[in-house]
């Protein structure tokens, strides 16, 4: 038998690990972190190949950045069209990641029909079609959706009281506890969250929050966590982090850090990311990752960001200039916000996935 081929074949096989080298495979945010870590998406990026591949690959965790919204599912009084929001939660599924529901009630993104016919119902008509709206939602998604926004950014901008939505002006003060009732008695099992914006840079949003979470806990409204989006800046309070996460914690809630985005250009005057601003963001994100991490277990839930790549970021048409806020640049690559992720987990995390 002729030796040489076979140890030419090994001989190559030996320079190819070598030359390879035996690197442990890149770290992957969703193995490292000991807690969910999500992305908000939509159908039509995961179909993208390359956009579907980094998701599935780094994160634990979906929120459907729009499909889920009453304008993408509320076709008609009791009509629903959940088509898009099951191709997410398909996606999730075949990728071993829990969905996050996002959202049943915002006085944003209303249905066209309801945006015209809402001045004709009075309260016990909206207040029925409602219920019916969050409780075919929540039990379409039953054992699918873990967790749901239930309530979406409720409280007034300047964080003094309820916003004066037509929600609120159709059905008084108290129909955020009544959206979290009509939520837990569709689903017993799903995690009902209220999630906001500003929640840490304002102390009187905070406040307003806690006031009502208060009062849930006191008359026995299901809540199990409090949503912080984290829409943020370079200029972001690591002490007013701690204090929001002390506060909510404190009252045995969960927190999400629901919508993460860092903004590197507020001014709009930068053509680029600066070296700069990627390392304020780096380290940003090291230190917020590393305050959540501290947190009790049970009240993790997971840091969610609100899109994958820079140049998917809502961020660039509503402040109408690049932000570069997310973890990957446009041809998915790490930025350093992404290490910064990993550096804020060092030292305490457990194998997740
Ligand atoms: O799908 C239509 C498309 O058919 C149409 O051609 C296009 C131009 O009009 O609009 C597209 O819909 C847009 C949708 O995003 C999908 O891209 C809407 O106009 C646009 O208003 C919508 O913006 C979303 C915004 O919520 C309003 O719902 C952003 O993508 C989304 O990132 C943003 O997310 C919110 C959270 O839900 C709540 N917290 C704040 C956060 C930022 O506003």
Not at 9 to 35: H, K, T
Not at 97 to 107: M, R, S
Not at 208 to 214: E, F
């Amino acid at each position: 038998m002729r030796l040489f081929p076979f140890f030419s074949s090994l001989g190559l096989l030996l320079v190819m690990i070598i030359s390879n080298g035996l690197d442990s495979p890149e770290p992957r945010l969703r193995s490292v972190a000991n807690f969910p870590v999500g992305v908000a998406v939509s159908p039509q990026r995961l179909a993208q190949t390359d956009y579907a591949q980094t998701v599935g690959s780094e994160f634990s965790s979906l929120t459907a950045e729009n499909v889920m919204k009453p304008q993408y599912i509320w076709a008609a009084e009791r009509e629903y069209d959940f088509s898009a929001g099951d191709s997410v939660v398909a996606f999730a599924e075949n990728h071993s990641q829990q969905i996050h529901g996002h959202t049943l009630v915002w006085h944003m993104m209303k249905p066209t029909w309801l945006r015209n016919t809402i001045e004709s119902y009075d309260s016990a008509t909206l207040e029925n079609l409602l219920r019916d709206y969050i409780q075919s939602v929540v039990k379409h998604y039953q054992g699918k959706v873990i967790s749901w926004d239930v309530v979406n950014e409720a409280i007034a901008s300047e964080g003094n009281g309820m916003r004066n939505s037509f929600y609120h002006q159709k059905l008084g003060d108290d129909y955020v506890a009544r959206c979290h009732q009509y939520a837990r008695e569709a689903d017993p099992d799903a995690l009902l969250f209220y999630n906001d914006y500003d929640v840490v840079a304002n102390p009187e949003k905070l406040k307003t929050i806690l006031a009502m979470v208060d009062d849930f806990q006191a008359r026995n409204i299901p809540i199990d966590g409090i949503g912080l989006q984290m829409h943020i800046g370079l200029d972001f309070s690591l002490d007013q982090f701690q204090h929001a996460l002390e506060e909510v914690s404190s009252r045995n809630l969960k927190v999400h850090l629901s919508e993460v985005d860092i903004r590197a250009n507020p001014d709009g005057k930068s053509d680029g990311l600066t070296e700069e601003a990627a390392q304020k963001q780096r380290e940003l994100m090291a230190d917020i990752v590393r305050i959540y991490s501290q947190l009790p277990e049970k009240n993790k839930f997971a840091i969610t960001f609100w899109g994958l790549r820079d140049s998917d970021s809502w961020l660039t048409q509503h402040t109408g200039h690049s932000q570069w806020p997310l973890p990957f640049d446009e041809n998915y690559g790490k930025k350093p916000m992404y290490q910064g992720f990993l550096e804020g987990l060092e030292g305490n995390q457990t194998k997740l996935d």
